[in-house]
């Protein structure tokens, strides 16, 4: 069939196969480009079919040699129906990996469950033995407690009262104002329930009892502060109070690994686009100056760029792995650079629909939102007739 995108909102309900596979090639190719990673053996990531986990993904196995497992939601085709970009970009990993001789494995399923973390466990016993990194990057709207079978809702909103402030549909550009109504007591609990550090906890714990988890192990988990622009419907919102739970069990699974020599970290990263950020009020307009002014200046990176820079300048680096006053990996020190805020700033205070593309880089966050699916690749065809049922060589 020939595969066209089509959009429904801030979600894209179609992928490219022959897209995504050039994009994972292209991150494959950047990391191959780079000096030798001297990073883990063996890599499980939990959430690993897009954005920080599939970069985590690439930089372990093309950068530092490793084996990987990665556990994504099974979401494939069939000859009517395109699969979810994230199961085309894992089955363009797996072939590269197996082409470069690393072993790779895929479990499919629900994250949350207790059914998925098992046949890890047993997996990586009998495939690699240990694993000596873990990454944690599951975005989600909902979560079912294995435990009790409550079904948890994340929020995206303010805390306290209303926010109001400029919005833009990436689609046509046009800017309006938006009002965000405040998060209830229940919509906090659900969003930390959701996206806090409850089942990064579980993981661990699943690992550990397995007896798979090798000495030294380092596990991490992403987070993100942003700008004074983002704040009040990103780290002072909902969403916020469950990366406060995020960061507090990093330092708890910190004590708890210590006994293994082993360490935990949350990564702070920067504004990127990706599905989850497309979906909130106000970050799509605020990446948008940003990538501006951080292309103008020569330091923009994409999660590639971020996660080898993550792998090479803070988690395997000859000494200790640098952390902020709270323990937390910074690689957003670039966005928050006083200069890059400043000329941000100045340009949301200015912004309008009539001048949107000449201040901010609207035109690369769409084109980088349609990459996401495999669209808008350079060197694809996108009228060649593709068959949508892909298949991902090494998936239990």
């Not at 197996?98 to 059914?115: I, M, N, P, R, W």
């Amino acid at each position: 069939m020939i595969i066209k995108p089509r959009t429904r909102g801030f979600i894209c309900t179609t992928a490219h196969p022959v897209g995504c596979a050039a994009q994972v090639q292209s991150q494959i190719d950047y990391v191959k480009s780079k000096p030798a990673v001297q990073g883990p053996k063996n890599a499980l990531v939990i959430g690993a079919s897009t954005g920080y986990g599939l970069a985590a993904r690439i930089t372990a196995a093309f950068g530092a040699g490793a084996n990987t497992v990665g556990v994504y939601r099974p979401s494939s085709g069939s000859e009517k129906r395109t699969a979810s970009a994230g199961w085309y970009n894992s089955a363009a990993f797996e072939e590269a990996a197996e082409k470069a001789g690393l072993k790779s494995f895929s479990v499919t399923g629900d994250a949350f469950s207790t059914e998925t973390k098992e046949k890890t466990v047993e997996l990586i016993r009998s495939e690699l033995g240990q694993v000596d990194l873990v990454v944690y990057s599951v975005a989600s709207a909902r979560r079912t407690d294995p435990v009790t079978g409550e079904v948890y809702n994340s929020t995206l909103k303010p805390l306290g009262k209303p926010y109001t402030n400029k919005t833009v549909n990436f689609h046509t550009g046009e800017i309006s104002e938006v009002t965000i109504e405040p998060a209830t007591e229940e919509d906090v609990r659900g969003t930390v329930a959701v996206m806090g550090g409850d089942d990064w906890q579980l993981w661990i714990d699943a690992l550990e009892q397995g007896g798979v988890l090798a000495e030294g192990a380092v596990t991490i988990s992403f987070s993100y502060i942003g700008s004074d622009i983002t704040q009040a419907v990103y780290r002072e919102g909902s969403i916020g109070k469950a990366k406060d739970h995020l960061e507090a069990t990093a330092l708890k699974l910190n004590d708890q690994l210590s006994t293994k020599n082993g360490h935990a970290y949350v990564v702070v990263s920067k504004g990127l686009v990706t599905q989850s950020s497309s979906a909130i009020p106000v970050v799509p307009l605020y990446i948008s100056a940003l990538y501006k002014v951080m292309k103008e200046k020569g330091i923009h990176e994409g999660c590639i760029e971020q996660t080898y820079r993550l792998f090479t300048d803070r988690l395997y680096t000859d000494g200790e792995t640098p952390v902020d006053e709270v323990g937390r990996i910074r690689i957003d020190d670039w966005e928050l650079r006083e200069d890059v805020q400043a000329e941000v700033a100045d340009i949301w205070n200015n912004i309008t629909s009539d001048n949107i593309y000449d201040l901010t880089d609207l035109h690369g966050y769409r084109r980088e939102f349609f990459q996401l699916f495999g669209f808008e690749t350079d060197g694809v065809d996108y009228e060649a007739d593709v068959n949508p049922d892909v298949k991902v060589p090494h998936s239990v």
